[in-house]
């Protein structure tokens, strides 16, 4: 298998694993500090155990060549986890996700302003677009028609969280990250442990958060942490816009909410101004 194919399928089944992450969110009726603390728990426990057992070496390497990207890492995957969660109970799934998709947006201004790189007109043209999406989502959660602003605001942070986080794994692909987001997952628990009220999780809700702890988180971060190592920036993007297209289906299908039409508006701005931007970057290269 070629290295692209290899990055194209890890990375396919990493979106595919995560589309149904903000179904399960909402079908936790945990309070959000307890479901915090066990969807951190168990997917850095998975993530860690993972690691110990199948790849010793790869989790020994990574602990000795901690350094700033890695402890920037830390801080943000937990802290974007948390934003997500928050973001998907208190927004319209739709707006969380659609705002979500925006992270190769961040990802290409840190690499103009921070790494130096030269980010063509068409990329500027994409990311006023995109900007003009999130501001149509974000008015029609300010009017009321489903949406919060914190909500958006947390997605939103989110998507710069892992923008910067997947910058950091295509500057070092010699070295994955993915046992640092397990540790992080931990130490997002934990702070959430100290703060939290209570930490029981109703009966009911041990199907669903097993399922988003135990498989859904690990394996869909550990797969789109380890795909864009092989596959350029504009096939990751294209992938990741589905599950953009594919979370809101599941939570309509599943609990009948309905994005109003702000969200559809400023989502077909949003997804439409990526898949064109990304789908020009492949037809120049794959002609080049």
């Given at each position: 298998m070629s290295v692209y194919a290899r990055g194209f399928l890890i990375t396919?089944?990493?979106?595919?694993?995560?589309?149904?992450?903000?179904?399960?969110?909402?079908?936790?009726?945990?309070?959000?500090?307890a479901q915090f603390f066990w969807r951190g728990l168990l997917s850095g426990g998975i993530i860690?155990?993972?690691?110990?057992?199948?790849?010793?070496?790869?989790?020994?390497?990574?602990?000795?060549?901690?350094?700033?990207?890695?402890?920037?890492?830390?801080?943000?995957?937990?802290?974007?986890?948390?934003?997500?969660?928050?973001?998907?109970l208190t927004t319209l799934v739709a707006n969380t996700l659609f705002i979500l998709a925006t992270s190769p947006v961040f990802a290409a201004l840190i690499a103009r302003f921070v790494l130096g790189e030269t980010v063509p007109r068409r990329t500027w043209v994409t990311i006023l677009v995109v900007l003009a999406g999130i501001g149509i989502i974000a008015a029609g959660s300010g009017?009321?028609?489903?949406?919060?602003?914190?909500?958006?605001?947390?997605?939103?942070?989110?998507?710069?969280?892992?923008?910067?986080?997947?910058s950091i794994a295509r500057m070092r692909p010699e070295r994955s990250i993915v046992p640092v987001m397990g540790a992080s997952s931990f130490l997002?628990?934990?702070?959430c442990g100290l703060v939290a009220p209570t930490?029981?999780?109703?009966?009911?809700?041990?199907?669903?958060?097993?399922?988003?702890?135990?498989?859904?988180?690990?394996?869909?971060?550990?797969?789109?942490?380890?795909?864009p190592r092989y596959l350029?920036?504009?096939?990751?993007?294209?992938?990741?816009?589905?599950?953009?297209?594919?979370?809101?289906?599941?939570?309509?299908?599943?609990?009948?909410?309905?994005?109003g039409p702000t969200t559809f508006a400023?989502?077909?701005?949003?997804?439409?101004?990526?898949?064109?931007?990304?789908?020009?970057?492949?037809?120049?290269?794959?002609?080049?």
């Open positions: 396919l089944a990493g979106v595919l694993v995560l589309s149904p992450d903000t179904l399960l969110v909402r079908l936790v009726d945990a309070a959000p500090l860690l155990l993972a690691y110990a057992l199948f790849a010793p070496a790869a989790l020994r390497a990574s602990l000795r060549g901690f350094g700033r990207p890695e402890a920037l890492v830390l801080l943000l995957y937990g802290t974007s986890n948390l934003l997500f969660v928050y973001s998907t009017l009321g028609r489903g949406g919060s602003l914190a909500g958006d605001l947390a997605a939103l942070g989110t998507a710069l969280a892992m923008a910067t986080i997947f997002a628990a934990a702070v930490l029981v999780l109703p009966s009911g809700d041990w199907v669903w958060m097993g399922l988003m702890g135990l498989l859904v988180v690990p394996l869909a971060f550990a797969l789109i942490a380890t795909g350029p920036a504009a096939d990751v993007g294209l992938l990741m816009l589905l599950e953009a297209v594919l979370g809101p289906l599941y939570v309509w299908w599943a609990l009948g909410e309905t994005p400023g989502g077909a701005l949003v997804l439409g101004a990526l898949a064109a931007n990304n789908a020009i970057m492949l037809l120049r290269r794959r002609a080049a």
